[in-house]
């Protein structure tokens, strides 16, 4: 399986940017697809993931209200739509995909997903 991310860049605080991932090389039957993120000098944090089996979005508390994941249903690509920007979004943003079932537990682990996309870089600036 291939992740291809693709949609970040520079932007100012209140802005928008949207970032997508497209899958291809294995059997989506059941998946799950979200983004990760990592800013200078923290670990890599959840953001948001959709789970294929029962159409359910997540959203970290940082994020929640002003980001969107949505899922093309012609293509599997999944979109992040993110909105109100602020500097502390600052990070470059990695798409993560789960091939099999997964538990809501799960959801928000970076250990749970099997394949990662490259990460593409997301500058808000004040």
């Known amino acids: 399986v291939q992740l291809q991310a693709s949609g970040g860049g520079l932007v100012q605080a209140g802005g928008s940017l949207r970032l997508s991932c497209a899958a291809s090389?294995?059997?989506?039957?059941?998946?799950?697809m979200g983004w990760f993120r990592q800013a200078p000098g923290k670990e890599r944090e959840f953001v948001a993931a959709?789970?294929?089996?029962?159409?359910?979005?997540v959203y970290s508390d940082s994020v929640k209200g002003r980001f969107t994941i949505a899922r093309d249903n012609a293509k599997i690509t999944v979109y992040l739509q993110m909105d109100t920007l602020k500097p502390e979004d600052t990070a470059v943003y990695y798409c993560?995909?789960?091939?099999?079932?997964?538990?809501?537990?799960?959801?928000?682990?970076?250990?749970?997903?099997?394949?990662w996309g490259q990460g593409t870089q997301v500058t808000v600036s004040s």
């Open positions: 959709f789970r294929l089996s029962d159409r359910s979005t």
């Open positions: 993560a995909a789960r091939m099999r079932r997964i538990i809501n537990s799960q959801l928000r682990v970076e250990s749970s997903h099997d394949y």
């Open positions: 090389g294995g059997t989506f039957t059941d998946y799950t």
